[in-house]
C-alpha cells in the first residue's frame, strides 16, 4: 500500500515562489508515474503536472508550462513541485498522486490515479 504525504504548501505572494513536496513510502515508485493535481474552492480537481513511468517525459497543464517543474528523487521515494511566477490562479489545494499501472493517456485523468496524498495548501496573495 502507498502512502503518500505532502508538505511545502503556505502564503506565497503573487509572483513568488513554492517548492512542494512529496514523500513516499510502501515501496518503490521508481517505475511509477508521478503526479501533482490540484483543486481550489468549488472547483473540480485538475491536473497540474506529472511525470510518465520513472520521469522519462514529463507533462504540464498550458497555464502552468514554463512556471511549474515538476521532479523526482528516486533515491529518496520523493517527487516535488516547483513552482515559480504564482499567480492568483494557482491558488489552491495541491495533491500528490502516483500510479503504477497508468496509461499514457490518462496521464491527466484523476479518476485513473489511485495512490493520493491528504493534500497541501497554496494561498496566493496581492
Known amino acids: 500500500q502507498v502512502h503518500l504525504v505532502e508538505s511545502g504548501g503556505g502564503l506565497v505572494q503573487t509572483g513568488g515562489s513554492l517548492r512542494l513536496s512529496c514523500a513516499a513510502s510502501g515501496g518503490s515508485l521508481s517505475r511509477n508515474t508521478m503526479a501533482w493535481f490540484r483543486q481550489a474552492a468549488g472547483k473540480e480537481r485538475e491536473f497540474v503536472a506529472a511525470l510518465w513511468r520513472g520521469g522519462s517525459s514529463a507533462y504540464y497543464r498550458d497555464s502552468v508550462r514554463g512556471r511549474f517543474t515538476i521532479s523526482e528523487d528516486n533515491a529518496k521515494n520523493e517527487v516535488y513541485l516547483h513552482m515559480n511566477s504564482l499567480e492568483h490562479e494557482d491558488a489552491a489545494v495541491y495533491y500528490c498522486?502516483?500510479?503504477?499501472?497508468?496509461?499514457?493517456?490518462?496521464?491527466?485523468?484523476?479518476?485513473?490515479?489511485?495512490?493520493w496524498g491528504q493534500g497541501t495548501q497554496v494561498t496566493v496573495s496581492s
Open positions: 498522486t502516483t500510479d503504477q499501472r497508468l496509461m499514457l493517456g490518462d496521464v491527466r485523468r484523476h479518476s485513473a490515479y489511485n495512490y
